[in-house]
């Protein structure tokens, strides 16, 4: 089987936690034990969120005097797909010594007049209070929105149209490496209409909605999307709160879910299953290996009686 | 033929430019123009130095009051990967519409008990005044040391012993895959002697001796070093100062080079010659297609007359 993991960018920094390399070197452990079962089996692709490190990295970048200007985002996110790639690589290459593994830089093309562009919805970096982060918005010139009680930076966040590296990360694949891409949904360019020249863009894209993209184009069979909670859940938050253990795209998408990261994913398991006919889940972390056995998480599967 | 080109970390910044995203975007299309031609007729491996790029990394996650202590070398150099790999590949892509193109994070292996981890010698991030640099060393703990007129830091600088990457690199560029690489001399890690089991180490390798043993674990037919010199000098800052157009590794391990970065990039030309008997040239970057057919550069050619 043919698998495209995608992994929160709070696997390696969990919220409120430091942004230490020590840290996130630590929690990187629990990444590799749970995803190496699988690479044992099946083709596996994996890619990461970056939103805690590239919002580290744009703050540390505004406050450096011996520059004119802070670097560009999609410098930044190829930053953190250099590092996070070489922390994925190096944990994986211990934990199944022997087996072949690439960290891919890898660009996705978004669209000029995407109008994400003027409605910046994608949470990077630390949470704040309120004050500190509106100090921190007139500042830098930041947009802010409220995320959970907090404040945190918001950025573009464009829809994935094309990944420039598809036909590598296929040909790695296909000869049983281990392929880590795509990170921070690759990093943000558009491409010119006339001679395709790729321009770097100050956006973030939404790595699950580029990971839906990858399964689509690898011809993956399944899509399996990590995060800290075990389940998509109903009624989330309320007395009635209980747990999807499986769904058709049109179910997952009637769903209501809370501000935040699961609207995304639901719309990336949807998406992926309804084009390709393939399963998707959405799941815990450290249950990797179980959801893929259809042992936790919510499945999202064809709608078989559909037209 | 089989190519493998380093390039300086100059190439992307100059001495005394500010470390600027804006800067690095100008200069590195006239990377793209110099290595487009060679991509055309040859396979082409690139990989290269990032002396400044690091050394701005440190300084600005030196500087970040929300860590605990500033990230280390082995993943400072893993973001420079990352952004210079990708700067590298969007701008080739551009200059080679439908060539395949892959920019690889890459590890290398040193040995943990390498004398360079005790005697730092190189140089990274900008040239300072003699006091300023003074400052900064007591300040960050650094170690420093004169380059030029300037003073600047300097880090270990193990030899590397292996690259992780190698078949993966072999098998990409033997599908007809232009590959970036062994960026800043891959990410520096030392390898368990038991388990095999990689660790980041603070380092930052020597990007020619990588490139010198990449081609010839590729097995390539030309080391090309790029830099922003035409030639190697005998008598260089003499008044007989004149360009050495061939040498055989004997010859040029003989000659008198200046401080900075000569020595470890003719040491490199010579061992890969001495070898694996083929040719290694080093010169100019704007040069690059010249070096390759003999016009340009200084060659270096296996002692024939050895027994």
New interface residues.
Partial sequence: MRIVAALGGNALLHRGE?????VQEANIERVATALAALAHDHELVITHGNGPQVG??A???A??R????P??L??LG??????I???L??TL??AL?GH?I????T?TVVRADDPAFDRPTKFVG?VYPRESAELLARRNGWHIAKDGTDWRRVVPSPAPERI??T??IH??LS?G?LV?CAGGGG?P?TADRD??????VEAVIDKDLTAALLAEDLKADFLLILTDVPNVYEGYGTPAQRPVIDATPAQLRGGDFPEGSMGPKAEAAARFVERTGGLAAIGALDAAYEIVHGRSGTLVRPDLTAA
Same sequence: chains 1, 2.
């Avoid at 001679?195 to 770097?200: I, K, P, R, V």
Wanted: hydrophobic share 40%.
């Fill in positions: 430091r942004p230490d390399a020590a580290l990295l703050l540390e970048s406050a450096d011996s520059l004119t200007a670097y560009p999609d410098l190829a930053q953190t797909e250099g590092m790639g070489s922390l690589a190096r290459h211990n010594p072949p690439a960290a891919l830089v660009h630390q420039v590296e036909d590598t040909e790695l000869g490496t880590i990093i360019v001679t395709g020249a790729l321009t770097g």
